[in-house]
């Protein structure tokens, strides 16, 4: 069941796409929220455009919360750099679930190697 939809910022680089197409092709994810300043010029399937006047702000928050349809969101910051690793979309769903978090977050970047 899809129960999840994040939302990135749009750019129009391939690490973009990347990322997007990393995200969708996972079982959990029903959508990807694109947030723009401007409209992109198409996207792929299961990918809807959300216009952004600036990511944090007032309106910006609401415009995202008018598009979410899902029981969780996702929200991938501006310069954020996320990958899934092995069930990971799944923890963060189980942990959503089991403890009612209204917001379930990574408190410290981890980096390879480190």
């Excluded at 919360?65 to 189980?94: C, H, K, M, S």
């Amino acid at each position: 069941m899809n129960r999840l939809s994040i939302a990135i910022p749009y750019t129009e680089d391939k690490q973009f796409e990347t990322l997007a197409l990393q995200f969708i092709a996972h079982p959990l994810v029903e959508e990807i929220l694109c947030l723009s300043q401007s409209a992109p010029r198409s996207l792929p399937k299961r990918m809807r455009a959300v216009n952004v006047d600036a990511f944090f702000s007032g309106p910006a928050v609401n415009s995202l919360i008018e598009a979410w349809r899902t029981d969780y969101l996702l929200l991938v910051l501006p310069g954020g750099r996320v990958e899934f690793g092995a069930r990971a979309a799944e923890r963060f769903v189980q942990v959503a679930d089991q403890w009612g978090g209204a917001r379930v977050y990574s408190p410290l970047p981890q980096h390879k190697g480190a």
